[in-house]
T-cell receptor, first 111, second 116 residues
Framework: AQKVTQAQTEISVVEKEDVTLDCVYE???????LFWYKQPPSGELVFLIR??????QNEISGRYSWNFQKSTSSFNFTITASQVVDSAVYFC????????FGTGTSLTVIP | DVKVTQSSRYLVKRTGEKVFLECVQD?????MFWYRQDPGLGLRLIYF???????EKGDIPEGYSVSREKKERFSLILESASTNQTSMYLC???????????????FGSGTRLTVV
């Protein structure tokens, strides 16, 4: 069965600190896709990144970076020098014939 | 700008009412989905559809039904609303059909439904 676990329910950091959001997944598929979405207070989930199972290169986009490790079935998300605008709920997801979402991590960045 | 539009942002209904939540996408996507989001439970799939007039049950279909008469529109119906259906409802769409979802979802802004 496919499953995504985000063990961190809530995280609070002070502005400019780095923060890592953990994501662990389970799947029997050999080809799959992993995603991160951001849900700001406005409610709409916003796509951040998509990674396929054959590409284990880490990715950096500005202050955001992602660490994909198949050996530990993890796809962690790091925000460097956090800002108040990063405050949101972040979801990790895994695809099969539908999305399997984690329960989300609520990040609060304190000014 | 491509988008998924949910007809209402906030909705208040009485127990026992029949409630319709509408979702329209303009991306010609095959797949459409309805989720509900509750604190501590994340997003739970209610129903989804790979094509017009077809539907599949998700993880929590009880108390809900759906309708997809046109490709761009996917409606969620609460046959007799109950207080435990108070929640945030999110619609999403994607390409992929039954072969799988590769490019991710596009989400609507959500409908916050309160049943009193």
């Amino acid at each position: 069965a496919q499953k995504v676990t985000q063990a961190q329910t809530e995280i609070s950091v002070v502005e400019k600190e780095d923060v890592t959001l953990d994501c662990v997944y389970e799947t029997r598929d050999t080809t799959y896709y992993l995603f991160w979405y951001k849900q700001p207070p406005s409610g709409e989930l916003v796509f951040l990144i998509r990674r396929n199972s054959f590409d284990e290169q880490n990715e950096i986009s500005g202050r955001y970076s992602w660490n994909f490790q198949k050996s530990t079935s993890s796809f962690n998300f790091t925000i460097t020098a956090s800002q108040v605008v990063d405050s949101a709920v972040y979801f990790c997801a895994l695809t099969g014939n539908q999305f399997y979402f984690g329960t989300g991590t609520s990040l609060t960045v304190i000014p | 700008d491509v988008k998924v539009t949910q007809s209402s942002r906030y909705l208040v209904k009485r127990t026992g009412e029949k409630v319709f939540l509408e979702c329209v996408q303009d991306m010609d996507h095959e797949n459409m989905f309805w989720y509900r989001q509750d604190p501590g439970l994340g997003l739970r799939l209610i129903y989804f559809s790979y094509d017009v007039k077809m539907k599949e049950k998700g993880d929590i279909p009880e108390g809900y039904s759906v309708s997809r008469e046109k490709k761009e529109r996917f409606s969620l119906i609460l046959e007799s609303a109950s207080t435990n259906q108070t929640s945030m409802y999110l619609c999403a769409s994607s390409t992929g059909g039954e072969t799988g979802i590769i490019y991710g979802y596009t989400f609507g802004s959500g409908t916050r439904l309160t049943v009193v």
